[in-house]
């Protein structure tokens, strides 16, 4: 299963919130590149990067750090935050960028989501982002009107065969994934997840490990590891 270290970015600097607040912020990094080449010693095959300033404007703001991170470290990217047009999916791509990550458009225009996998396939990630089982947009500030699994659902009758699953209320708080709903979507859909939020400590990923029969192909990782709960190599060795 795929141990995923998640950097996000703001101002140029890594950071991470609590529960999605911006206002709830703390700084770890005033240099995303040295971050980056660091999940890379320690073993990552996937960086999971985020724009924050992205995904509360609608565009992309911080992908100078994202050219740099690409062309110094040499690891594949999983990218997201206010990628909103083909446009941008098609320059990101062309940038180097592994895969684009899907929020707000996704949940928000059907439309765009069915002409961006024709045209772009498994290139392109949808992040089903929820709190009490309502999808939230715009930075995870508004609500989308649909639920986790009915969004689930419209994913895979598009086509999809994997998303990923954020439980906003788990995000940055340490205190465990929400194995419950992963267990649920899993079950109801048949999609493979890579679940998001919360994980805090080594149990928590063997707990998500032993989901990996029923589809969970990977976690993505944050504050655990900027906090030094566990090191990614720690984490690596469960698999």
Sequence with gaps: MLIIPAIDLRNAKVVRLFQGNFKQEKIYSSDPVKVAKHWARQGAKLLHIVDLDGASSGSPKNLNVLKEIINQVGLG??????????????????????????????????????????????????????????????GWNQSAAKTTLAFAKELKKIGFKQLI??????????????????????????????????????????????????????????KALYEGKFTLTEALKLN
């Design 77 to 138: 990217i999983e990218f997201g935050g206010g990628v909103r047009s083909m446009a941008m999916i098609s320059e990101l791509l062309d940038l180097g960028v592994e895969r684009v990550i899907l929020g707000t458009k996704a949940a928000s225009d059907a439309e765009f989501l069915k002409k961006a996998w024709k045209k772009f396939g498994e290139k392109i990630i949808v992040s089903i982002d929820a709190k009490s089982d309502k999808v939230l947009t715009q």
């Design 165 to 222: 699953y954020t439980d906003i209320s788990k995000d940055g708080t340490l205190r465990g994934p929400n194995i419950l709903g992963i267990k649920k979507l899993l079950k109801e859909t048949g999609l493979n997840v890579i679940a998001s939020g919360g994980a805090g400590n080594l149990k928590d990923l063997v707990n998500l490990i032993k989901l990996k029969k029923q589809g969970v192909v990977g976690v993505i990782v944050g």
